[in-house]
């Protein structure tokens, strides 16, 4: 992530997506590193203006993360794509993923 910070989005990609197969190759199926992954990689292309490419891994992380029952992750990333969502004029699948959110911190709270 040091390179994510510094801006070099095309290199921090790149590490992110070879993680994401060093974990596919080594570790379960659902595991919270790859969840881990995942989400970095999504921030990344977020910072790229690839918002496209985010949600389909930020949804990739949701899913690990809900099989793991890793609630603060959960609310962390739909947080993240309702942003996505909102900053694209998207108020239905924003409102989806405000009201999953609310329900998460209604029941785990």
Not at 83 to 97: A, F, S, V
């Amino acid at each position: 992530m040091i390179l994510y910070y510094r801006k070099q989005y095309d290199e921090a990609a790149k590490m992110a997506k070879a993680t994401i197969e060093i974990y596919q190759a080594l570790l379960p199926e659902v595991h919270h590193l790859t969840s881990t992954a995942y989400f970095n990689l999504a921030l990344i292309e977020e910072a790229e203006n690839r918002d496209e490419e985010a949600l389909e891994h930020y949804q990739q992380a949701l899913r690990i993360d809900s099989r793991l029952g890793r609630v603060d992750n959960l609310i962390m990333t739909a947080e993240y794509i309702a942003d996505i969502y909102q900053r694209n004029e998207m108020p239905d699948d924003e409102k989806i993923y405000r009201e999953w959110i609310n329900e998460l911190l209604e029941q785990y709270s």
